[in-house]
């Protein structure tokens, strides 16, 4: 009887250690709270997701003008990113916002206001009304 007891008690001790033996840290969570800058299912962050270098045409009335134009887009926060080009004269800070895949960049200034700025996937496109009415169009690939 006494055998009997010290072995209960002994296959209690394995049995609740192995529980805390066994366990593991979960992988997902720590996706969900990283920066990444692919497109990873959790990833809130939106200014990491579209920062880049995009390289493309720039093209207005059907017309080529550029073949081999750069955009570069720079993190500030998870919703503001910092757009270099030269059809915006330097740099232009613009706020982030993600809808099925796409991210949308806006800026409420009214000399920017009529710029729309998408990105889906690794692929961005520009386009705005330039100054001499015809509308102009940048379409790129992140590298």
Do not use: H, P, W
């Amino acid at each position: 009887m006494k055998n009997f007891r010290l072995l209960a008690i002994l296959m209690a001790a394995v049995t609740f250690s192995s529980i805390f033996t066994f366990t593991s840290c979960n992988k997902d969570e720590d996706k969900e709270n990283s920066l990444y800058t692919d497109s990873t299912v959790g990833n809130t962050d939106a200014g990491t997701y579209v920062s880049g270098t995009y390289t493309g045409k720039l093209v207005s009335g059907g017309e080529v003008i550029r073949d081999a134009y750069v955009v570069t887009i720079t993190r500030i926060s998870s919703s503001v990113v910092k757009v270099n080009a030269d059809l915006f004269n330097g740099s232009v800070n613009f706020n982030v916002s993600s809808s099925n895949g796409q991210y949308i960049l806006s800026n409420s200034e009214s000399e920017y206001s009529q710029v729309n700025i998408s990105i889906q996937g690794k692929s961005l496109t520009i386009t705005f009304l330039n100054i001499f009415g015809t509308i102009t169009t940048f379409t790129g690939y992140k590298d």
